[in-house]
């Protein structure tokens, strides 16, 4: 067996600049460490984004096998739990102080990667809600901890944490599904539709495909609006206005999604949805 320790990248937290992640660490559209939060907590955030990277190329890794993967995980979650092997998740429970919400909230995200490593295709909505509650969720939760946010504040970070992982899992699905073999579009939608997953491997979106993709849209913005009450829920200014701004990053992609074809076309926000987002992050600013 090849030695676990050295396939789990070691990070120099020291040398971190503030970073972009989705909920899942792999989407470059939302910020969650950013120069809006208090400098008393990036290092924690810091110190997050590295575990959830490292659990990402765990699961990620083209050279591996489920099984290999799934050990690197377990690595991981040693370092989380116990303080050793030495890597990004005994860095983390340094970091944190060896236990706590905050810890637990990084430990969850371990459920999702493991789904990741093994290959993934969601039944339902049902299902796709489920994956998202661990590898999306527990980073909204991560940040109202470590930011000493209220118990208000979780139900619209919860759904707005689903939702971004849901328009990240829309924007990537035909490489996810060529690259990876993973499908996030819930089953049952698809067979509705009249779609299958070779449609995922197409060069353009198919009608029938297009109707699953619109169908996904549209349960992504009800959860957007679920979210809306988010930022005024939260005490911590910056937080406050991060929180703004990525909902309305989130609308924005969502329109672009709904408009474009994420098939055969890389859909992103352009640098005017950045600011105008930026605007949106300093009406929460007082």
Sequence with gaps: MQNLHAEIPRRNTASARPVLLNPAARNENF???SRLLPRHVAPKVVAFYN????ADDCADDPTASASVRLAALEALESGLLHGHPDNPGAALRRTLGGSGAALDAARDLLAAFRRDATGIACADWSDLMGYCASSAVPVGRF???VNDAGRAAQPPSDALCAALQILNHVQDMGDDWRLLRRRYLPGDWMAE???????LAAPTLTPALRR?????LDASDALLR???PLPRRIATRGLRMQAAATIF???RLSARLRAGDPLADRIALS????ARAGLQALRFAP
């Design 51 to 54: 575990f959830a990277r490292a």
């Design 226 to 228: 679920d979210a809306a």
């Design 249 to 251: 990053a989130a609308r």
């Design 271 to 274: 640098r005017l949805d950045f």
């Design 212 to 216: 699953v993709v619109q169908r996904t």
């Design 193 to 199: 539709a009249g779609a299958d997953d070779a449609d």
């Design 31 to 33: 910020a969650v460490a």
């Design 143 to 145: 940040l109202l901890i």
